[in-house]
Nanobody, 114 residues
Framework: QVQLVESGGGLVEPGGSLRLSCAASGFTLSNYAMSWYRQAPGKERELVAT????????NYARSVMGRFTISRDNAQSTVYLQMNSLKPEDTAVYFC???????WGQGTQVTVSS
């Protein structure tokens, strides 16, 4: 079964950190660039970060640049999003997505609040 499963979300205080994971199955992860998106309540889904299939090129939304890091372990079929210096405005459901098609995970909730 081709699928993406996110994990690692939760409640964290401002300034804290979380690491999200996206486990891929049913296909060869190393063949695909991957992205993380997020959607806050009442807002459109936005692109957070993208990584090429070999991990050499990474791009970030301006709002997370310098705080978030996207990475991948193709041997483990997993993509990560390390989130540091979290802010309340980072609160959202975070999704991973295979680039160039419509394969999405189910999302994981991140809440940044004191």
């Amino acid at each position: 079964q081709v699928q993406l499963v996110e994990s690692g979300g939760g409640l964290v205080e401002p300034g804290g950190s979380l690491r999200l994971s996206c486990a891929a199955s049913g296909f060869t992860l190393s063949n695909y660039a991957m992205s993380w998106y997020r959607q806050a309540p009442g807002k459109e889904r936005e692109l957070v970060a993208t990584i090429t299939n070999d991990g050499r090129v990474r791009n970030y939304a301006r709002s997370v640049m310098g705080r978030f890091t996207i990475s991948r372990d193709n041997a483990q079929s997993t993509v990560y999003l390390q989130m540091n210096s979290l802010k309340p405005e980072d609160t959202a459901v975070y999704f991973c997505k295979r680039v160039y098609d419509a394969l999405w995970g189910q999302g994981t909730q991140v809440t940044v609040s004191s």
